[in-house]
């Protein structure tokens, strides 16, 4: 089956003849198709907005849970954390208790700078007023104190339970 030149399906074009007006078939396309630059930077978006909160904090903790909302201020604060093991960070270097006065004064300058203190549900209480004393005696007034929300409701504690006296003692 042979093509003519005036067949409408022949690669030929009408005849093998450039158009009169126009531009030719082969010439390049000078437009940019934006579909694919839309895709990439829609994924570039999701993966900064994934992994920016991962960003924030350095030391990993398991923070106690509290009712307390979360605070709105966003200037900077400085970041004390202190892990179950008494270890304490100065955001996010690791610091002796002992050098902690030093590594205060220089991280911050101004006491009214504002500090959270992010420590483990786990730390000992003495660890805990240790940092904030130090901070105290720092002269640090804006001192917060991080926790998790959702924790358990304030309000009347459940009563103990009971045990049973031991034999030869009379219940109060």
Avoid: W
């Amino acid at each position: 089956m042979a093509l003519s030149a005036h067949d409408a399906f022949s690669g030929a074009g009408g005849g093998g003849r450039r158009r009169r007006y126009g531009r030719s078939r082969r010439s390049a396309l000078s437009e940019i198709n934006v579909t694919p630059l839309v895709d990439v930077m829609l994924v570039l978006l999701i993966i900064f907005m994934i992994s920016a909160p991962l960003l924030t904090a350095g030391v990993p903790l398991e923070l106690p849970r509290t009712e307390a909302g979360a605070i709105q201020e966003t200037e900077g604060p400085l970041a004390i954390s202190i892990q179950a093991d008494g270890a304490v960070f100065v955001q996010d270097r690791q610091t002796p208790f002992e050098a902690l006065g030093p590594a205060l004064a220089a991280a911050a300058d101004n006491p009214e700078r504002a500090v959270f203190v992010r420590a483990d549900g786990r730390a000992a209480y003495a660890d805990v007023a240790r940092v904030m004393a130090a901070l105290s005696v720092r002269g640090f007034t804006r001192v917060n104190l991080i926790t998790d929300t959702g924790g358990p409701a304030a309000g009347p504690a459940p009563e103990p339970a009971l045990l049973p006296a031991p034999e030869g003692v009379s219940p109060p």
